[in-house]
């Protein structure tokens, strides 16, 4: 990521589940970014259909979707009740 790397972005993530896409497949690496808050992780590169699967086991996560079903980001929105992200208010 231009600007700042993942491990730098992750601990300034609240209440939002990520998952981590690398080209790194050290296990340390892996290790220590779901220890550092991360809710999944996958190495590049990555079939789309195990990608979409994850983010649905995300989603059904009952402490996401309970506590609040829209997940925001600086400019990033995910309502989690109906599925639909919005990225500077566009769909």
């Given at each position: 990521m231009p600007g700042l790397?993942?491990?730098?972005?992750?601990?300034?993530?609240?209440?939002?589940?990520?998952?981590?896409?690398?080209?790194k497949v050290d296990i340390d690496n892996k290790v220590e970014l779901l220890l550092a808050g991360a809710s999944d992780y996958m190495t590049k590169p990555f079939d789309t259909k195990e990608l979409l699967a994850r983010i649905a086991v995300?989603?059904?996560?009952?402490?996401?979707?309970?506590?609040?079903?829209?997940l925001t980001?600086?400019?990033?929105?995910?309502?989690?009740?109906?599925?639909?992200?919005?990225?500077?208010?566009?769909r």
């Open positions: 790397s993942g491990e730098e972005l992750l601990p300034k993530i609240k209440n939002i589940p990520v998952i981590v896409i690398s080209a995300q989603l059904r996560n009952p402490d996401i979707s309970a506590t609040n079903p829209i980001f600086d400019n990033l929105i995910l309502n989690t009740d109906c599925h639909i992200v919005t990225i500077e208010k566009k």
